[in-house]
């Protein structure tokens, strides 16, 4: 028997954290695969999804994928992310949450998008726990700046990396 990934657990304990504590909770995606996100809003192969209460209808979160609806632009769309396919879940707010490896080496959905090579890993930033070492550049920068505001604001220690 193959053993369940914690992967979609994580990411559900995240997402509750941050609807307990008042926090908007954010998904980054890597797109490729069988991810099924409105084209036209990804960046760089990326994509950022708001999946709070608020903003989605019927979220299910469950250890394939993770599926709703949401309007973009005013018109409901019909979202699907295939767990591999989620590089983190965090809190808008503060930056705080986790960020998970991703590699989608072999299917790319999106003409000229390629994943980064293997060995051009960066650490994570502050204020995200990391279950692997390994996230894309442009997420962790956006994520590494609100984090380090947050940090000269407040000083409190965070959630810890883990390696």
Known sequence: ?????????????????????????YMAVKVGGAAQVPMEFVRNGEIVLNISFGATSSLKMDNEAVTFKARFGGV??????PVENVMAVYASENGQGMAFEVDLT??????????????????????????SSATT???????????????????????????
Do not use: H
Request: aromatic share 6%.
């Open 76 to 81: 409901s769309r019909d979202i699907s992310v």
């Open 106 to 131: 072999e299917s790319i959905s999106e003409p000229g998008v390629t994943s980064a090579p293997p060995e051009q890993k960066s650490k994570p930033s502050l204020g995200l726990a990391a279950v």
């Open 1 to 25: 028997m193959q053993e369940t990934s914690t992967k979609p657990y994580f990411m559900r304990a995240i997402y509750e954290w941050c609807t307990d504590n008042g926090y908007t909770p």
């Open 137 to 163: 550049g442009s997420l962790t920068e956006g994520i590494q700046q609100n984090s380090e505001k947050e940090q000269k604001k407040s000083e409190k220690p965070s959630l810890k990396i883990i390696k």
